[in-house]
């Protein structure tokens, strides 16, 4: 079992910042691809932002320029840097890790983190 262990969520005015942080742990394997999701209160989960273990990333074009991914692969964390926060990017952030355990792939999800950003 793996487990996601996110934090940094919270409230923040409109401008704002937030960092969000995810710790994996347990029997991980070799991690593929870490991640964040978010959905909305009556929206589809959708990607935010996600990185390879070689350090490429992929970000959904709302939050290009603003959301900043990393990653530190000791620590099997990854991070989301969010600047200029706007209204519309409040929803549940959840982390998500694409691994390998056994030759098998996996995907596990965290329990998410609220964010919400008031105007």
């Known amino acids: 079992q793996v487990q996601l262990v996110e934090s940094g969520g919270g409230l923040v005015q409109a401008g704002g910042s937030l960092r969000l942080s995810c710790t994996a742990s347990?029997?991980?394997?070799?991690?593929?691809?870490m991640g964040w999701h978010r959905q909305a209160p009556g929206k589809q989960r959708e990607l935010v932002a996600a990185i390879s273990g070689e350090g490429s990333t992929n970000y959904a074009d709302s939050v290009k320029g603003r959301f900043t991914i990393s990653r530190d692969n000791a620590k099997n964390t990854v991070y989301l840097q969010m600047n200029s926060l706007k209204p519309e990017d409040t929803a549940v952030y959840y982390c998500?890790?694409?691994?390998?355990?056994?030759?098998?792939?996996?995907?596990?999800w965290g329990q998410g983190t609220q964010v919400t950003v008031s105007s």
């Open positions: 347990g029997s991980i394997g070799s991690i593929n691809i």
């Open positions: 998500n890790l694409q691994g390998t355990r056994r030759f098998l792939k996996y995907d596990s």
